[in-house]
């Protein structure tokens, strides 16, 4: 699976957008990107995935780059309760024996301030 | 509907002794699998399971095992437990092909003294 950068930390003020940001510029064609969050000592939290075209769920905006060498998840009206280490993951669909793998690396620290 | 459960939540055992963590999936889902959580190693894999197989496994020692029944429920069983072996250990399940995510339950928490 392709590897994932994303920064160590960030903040960001209560009400307004978050906008995370990953790289993953090893991508394949067939790798989709997602994102989870965890909360402390709770397990991770799915929040949404895509492979090429923007997605969009109740939780999250999902914005992937042309090339798909990046994509930013934003929160579009962050809470204080959004405070959490959030997971870029990128996965190959290939189904069969590596699915159940997700490689994560150390994520980014979101801190949200009232 | 139900997410993942998993039971117990906390446990403490000693060096040495034996134990069994139990996952039960999301309704519909067949493939479960496993992480163990340290503040030093992150997030790692131990195994996955689809429909009763094996399908993955990580880079364990033989002392971590696993299993699945035909409900999908799953165990995992760390023997001979040591000191490195405190961790949050995850369960995940999901539908298991295509593009369906992983859906994770909240953890049990072992400590090993």
């Known amino acids: 699976d392709a590897k994932t950068t994303q920064p160590p930390s960030m903040d960001c003020a209560e009400g307004r957008a978050a906008n995370l940001p990953c790289n993953h510029s090893t991508i394949s064609g067939n790798e989709y990107v997602y994102w989870y969050r965890q909360i402390h000592s709770q397990g991770p939290q799915y929040i949404i995935h895509g492979l090429k075209n923007n997605e969009t769920n109740e939780m999250a905006s999902l914005i992937i780059t042309e090339d798909r060498k990046s994509s930013t998840l934003i929160l579009p009206h962050a809470t204080l309760r959004d405070t959490a280490v959030y997971y870029c993951i990128v996965r190959l669909d290939a189904g069969g024996t590596s699915y159940g793998k997700l490689t994560f690396g150390q994520g980014t620290i979101l801190t949200v301030h009232p | 509907k139900a997410g993942v459960t998993q039971t117990p939540r906390y446990l403490i055992k000693t060096r040495g002794q034996q134990v069994t963590l139990s996952c039960s999936p999301i309704?519909?889902?067949?493939?479960v699998s496993w992480y163990q959580q340290t503040p030093g190693q992150g997030l790692q894999f131990l195994f996955e399971?689809?429909?009763?197989?094996?399908?993955n496994k990580g880079n364990f020692p033989g002392r971590f095992s696993g299993r699945q029944f035909s409900n999908s429920r799953s165990e995992m069983n760390v023997s001979t437990l040591e000191l490195g072996d405190s961790a949050l250990y995850l369960c995940?399940?999901?539908f298991g092909q295509g593009s369906s995510p992983l859906h994770f339950g909240n953890g049990t928490r072992l400590t090993v003294t």
């Open positions: 399971y689809f429909s009763e197989t094996q399908r």
């Open positions: 995940a399940s999901s």
């Open positions: 309704s519909g889902h067949r493939s």
